[in-house]
């Protein structure tokens, strides 16, 4: 996806790690961009930072290293996922559903009643997010 909507021709290095893959950009703005476009075709949550790497009080400079975390909700289409019961309540289906398609929303299927549903990347994080 991100290629066919070239959404990485700003990337300006990429790295593969082993819980997923760092985007590199130079500007701030860029990496917001692409943030924004991941929210808009997967489903997840994202957190920003930003440390201090040196300042000039003179000047009153500041070199500022900005960190994007996007966190995408490990699900594909056609997984069958039993769902928590409170989060199976909220959207009105059984608890298992199958997974019909995954867009900034996750589609599912309710295989007892025959009822579609959607649910949203913030209901999936608060139902999947365990302290």
């Known amino acids: ?3 066919k909507k070239q959404a990485s021709l700003r990337v300006q290095a990429v790295e593969e790690e082993n819980d997923g893959i760092n985007f590199y950009f130079a500007a701030h703005n860029q990496a917001q961009k692409f943030t924004h476009f991941l ?6 949550t994202h957190e920003k930072s930003s440390k201090l790497i040196s300042h000039n009080e003179r000047d009153a400079t500041a070199n500022i290293k900005m960190t994007f975390v996007y966190e995408i909700a490990p699900i594909c289409r056609d997984d ?4 928590p019961i409170k989060a199976a309540r909220q959207l ?7 997974v019909l398609r995954v867009s900034n929303q996750i589609h599912l299927y309710d295989l007892a009643a025959g009822v579609y549903t959607a649910m949203t990347s913030l209901l999936y994080h608060k139902s999947y997010t365990y302290s």
């Open 1 to 3: 996806i991100i290629l």
């Open 92 to 98: 009105g289906v059984n608890q298992l559903c199958l």
């Open 80 to 83: 069958l996922v039993i769902l």
């Open 39 to 44: 929210h808009t075709v997967v489903p997840g």
